[in-house]
T-cell receptor, first 115, second 111 residues
Framework: ETGVTQTPRHLVMGMTNKKSLKCEQH?????MYWYKQSAKKPLELMFV???????ENNSVPSRFSPECPNSSHLFLHLHTLQPEDSALYLC??????????????FGPGTRLTVL | RKEVEQDPGPFNVPEGATVAFNCTYS??????FFWYRQDCRKEPKLLMS???SGNEDGRFTAQLNRASQYISLLIRDSKLSDSATYLC????????????FGAGTRLFVKA
């Protein structure tokens, strides 16, 4: 596997379900990100991890819970979501979380539908 | 005012045309600028960084105007494969680095 992978690619869940999104990067990067992309809106940064420590959390509801067990893996645990949480969830990684030049490499995303 | 603003388009152009997009940013602490490309139902990918002196990569030219706080992307000799959404990305420093994506400009190149 190369680059950034995400599973599952598609997920349909009810509002009472608990599910997790998984991201894995094979690039040797130290920073990983979760973004939410809704139709016709800019990517919204949700969480940033640098060297496995959370360095940014942009006022995301607590029904989204990230976990970064090591620098290659990132999870997003979901529970009691709302229909408006339906979106494409993109994971990205970069060499580090700081620095002016910070090319981010994105995974293919998980398309989430909350019923 | 949005931190990064783009014309959503869509821009519909014939093959071979030249097309230009602008992107404005509101925070003067912005330090780095990028154009990403996102194909339909795919992830964003870096197209090119934007340097102060302007830079060119084949048919693509990027310019930065710090005084007016905008960046531009020019595509010459458009190809069908250029059809995509082009995301303007700004990286700024406010005690720590922060990356902000624009909502994107959609481009359709037609035969």
């Amino acid at each position: 596997e190369t680059g950034v992978t995400q599973t599952p690619r598609h997920l349909v869940m009810g509002m009472t379900n608990k599910k997790s999104l998984k991201c894995e990067q094979h690039l040797g990067h130290n920073a990983m990100y979760w973004y939410k992309q809704s139709a016709k809106k800019p990517l919204e940064l949700m969480f940033v991890y640098s060297l496995e420590e959370r360095v940014e959390n942009n006022s995301v509801p607590s029904r989204f819970s990230p976990e970064c067990p090591n620098s290659s893996h990132l999870f997003l645990h979901l529970h009691t979501l709302q229909p408006e949480d339906s979106a494409l969830y993109l994971c990205a990684s970069s060499q580090d979380g700081q620095g002016a030049t910070n090319e981010q490499f994105f995974g293919p995303g998980t398309r989430l539908t909350v019923l | 005012r949005k931190e990064v603003e783009q014309d959503p388009g869509p821009f519909n152009v014939p093959e071979g045309a030249t097309v230009a997009f602008n992107c404005t940013y509101s925070n003067s602490a912005s330090q780095s600028f990028f154009w990403y490309r996102q194909d339909c139902r795919k992830e964003p990918k870096l197209l090119m960084s934007v340097y102060s002196s302007g830079n060119e990569d084949g048919r693509f030219t990027a310019q930065l105007n710090r005084a007016s706080q905008y960046i531009s992307l020019l595509i010459r000799d458009s190809k069908l494969s250029d059809s995509a959404t082009y995301l303007c990305v700004v990286r700024l420093y406010t005690g720590g680095f922060k990356t902000i994506f624009g909502a994107g400009t959609r481009l359709f190149v037609k035969a």
